[in-house]
């Protein structure tokens, strides 16, 4: 069997480096690219091919994880890509499956079944624990079109109104007297809750629920 080539992206270098200490020891897998920057993900996807994508999908600042997701399948619609997350949100999982991600795979897991995930990932599979197909399973009959005031907390409401209106986030801090972090988490949040990743997608969604209009 040849050699399953891995990039690994997370924010932590701890974790990054036990990762790839795991992996290392693992039978036909390479990590070849190691990185802490969402953005850089998908260039250094374009640019070294590997095999799989292993990806957190929490990274601080407006960017997240699902936009890289959305940003490397883009360019290629058959990658593989497993997101190694904590965060086990339903609307989270209806998203990175939507998006195409090959699994889903809590970070409490054990390293047998990361292994066997990415091999299968490699060759095209995908493959959802049994708790995370449950997950899937009964989100799929839950009413998702719940309008977003009643599905966001009342700051991510005003953040989401803002960003409908196409304010940035130094502007939304200032405007609600937060930090910028502050600003971007709860951003991160409503996104996930709302399955979106894009500001765009934001403004589409709002209209769509009334929030906004395009007078």
Same mark, same amino acid.
């Given at each position: ?50 095999? %799989? ?7 601080? +600042? =407006?960017? #997240?994880? /699902?936009?890289? @997701?959305?940003?490397? *399948? ?40 990361? %292994? ?7 060759? +095209? =599979?995908? #493959?959802? /624990?049994?708790? @995370?197909?449950?997950? *899937? ?79």
């Amino acid at each position: 069997m040849e050699k399953v080539t891995v990039l690994l992206a997370d924010e932590s270098p701890l974790i990054r480096t036990g990762l790839s200490m795991v992996l290392m020891k693992a039978p036909n897998i390479e990590v070849i690219h190691e990185t802490g920057q969402v953005q850089t993900i998908c260039e250094a996807y374009q640019r070294l091919s590997p095999n %799989v994508v292993v990806m957190d999908i929490v990274f601080q +600042g =407006e960017t #997240t994880g /699902l936009d890289a @997701i959305s940003d490397i *399948l883009e360019y290629d619609h058959d990658a593989a890509i497993v997101v190694l997350t904590q965060d086990d949100q339903a609307r989270l999982i209806q998203a990175i499956y939507k998006l195409g991600a090959k699994s889903f795979v809590p970070k409490n897991t054990t390293a047998e079944l990361l %292994v066997d995930a990415i091999k299968k990932a490699a060759d +095209g =599979e995908k #493959t959802f /624990l049994p708790g @995370i197909a449950q997950t *899937l399973a009964d989100f799929s009959t839950r009413n998702v079109d719940d309008e977003p005031e009643e599905m966001l907390t009342e700051r991510e409401f005003g953040i989401y109104k803002l960003i409908a209106a196409d304010r940035t986030t130094p502007e939304i801090a200032k405007s609600l007297e937060l930090s910028e972090k502050s600003v971007s988490n709860a951003l991160y949040n409503l996104k996930q809750k709302l399955g979106l990743s894009r500001t765009t997608e934001i403004i589409k969604h709002a209209i769509k629920h009334g929030v906004i209009s395009l007078d």
